[in-house]
């Protein structure tokens, strides 16, 4: 058996064979060149008499290449709906939703990592985001402000998280129906439904715990801390820590 370098990948410090036809203990790597796999787990056992290329663990493998796929995938998406810095980059669950179109209407900085949904809705909604923000998994940062929202630079939100300048939908029933009909039998409307709105803005170096929700109207300052499960309903002042009711 016999591999080439340029059918190999390192991952960590460890070498994974990805583009050769060769078998490993009776395993074909098919050719896979276009992909560049990069994990911080090894996914591999401890090397075993094969040459130099140690026995590998399939399955993590697999897992490890699948979510490299989905991750350029969305970090593809991403670029066709927003204006990206250079080195962001989005997880296997990572969306824009840009229902407007307009791609200016979202512009996020270098070196973030967005696993989260961002949505801008039909009618209006802007989110400008600064370099090294951090976005969770299942957050969600949706816009239907004309200002929108704003997140300022080394800002970090965990998980679950919810920042919102909009309500999504009327106060008024019969415009509430008329909107969700719209919605599930034409698409978003276009012209504003009667939706209240308000911009948000965050500041610098800002960190929002596991749960938290922060409503339309809301300004953060820098260095707030806001924990896990707080509701935020009025401005935070820098420096500050907002602590969830008991």
């Not at 290329?53 to 989905?70: D, E, N």
């Not at 989110?127 to 929108?148: K, M, N, R």
């Not at 960190?207 to 707030?224: C, E, S």
Request: glycine share 10%; hydrophobic share 45%.
């Amino acid at each position: 058996m016999s591999f080439r370098d340029e059918d190999a990948l390192l991952v960590g410090k460890k070498w994974v064979a990805l583009g050769s036809s060769d078998t490993v203990d009776g395993l074909y790597a098919k050719p896979l060149h276009f992909f560049a796999v990069h994990v911080d787990e090894y996914v591999w056992n401890p090397p075993v008499a094969c040459g130099r290329y140690p026995k590998m663990r399939i399955f993590s493998a697999i897992l490890a290449l699948r979510r490299r796929i989905l991750a350029w995938i969305a970090t593809g998406a991403a670029k066709e709906n927003a204006i990206i810095g250079p080195r962001t980059r989005f997880g296997a669950g990572a969306e824009i939703f840009n229902i407007h179109g307009d791609r200016s209407r979202v512009k996020i900085g270098a070196d973030c990592h967005l696993d989260g949904h961002l949505q801008i809705f039909a009618h209006e909604g802007r989110i400008e985001i600064g370099d090294f923000f951090v976005l969770g998994a299942g957050s969600t940062v949706w816009s239907s402000d004309p200002v929108g929202i704003r997140i300022g630079r080394g800002v970090i939100v965990a998980k679950d998280v919810v920042i919102h300048d909009t309500n999504s939908h009327p106060m008024d029933a019969a415009a509430r129906f008329v909107q969700t009909k719209a919605i599930l039998t034409m698409g978003h409307p276009r012209v504003d439904p009667g939706i209240r709105s308000a911009p948000v803005t965050i500041g610098d170096d800002v960190w929002i715990g596991t749960g938290a929700m922060i409503m339309k109207g809301v300004t953060i300052g820098d260095r707030a801390i806001i924990s896990a499960g707080a509701i935020v309903r009025s401005d935070v002042p820098a420096d500050s820590l907002v602590r969830a009711p008991n």
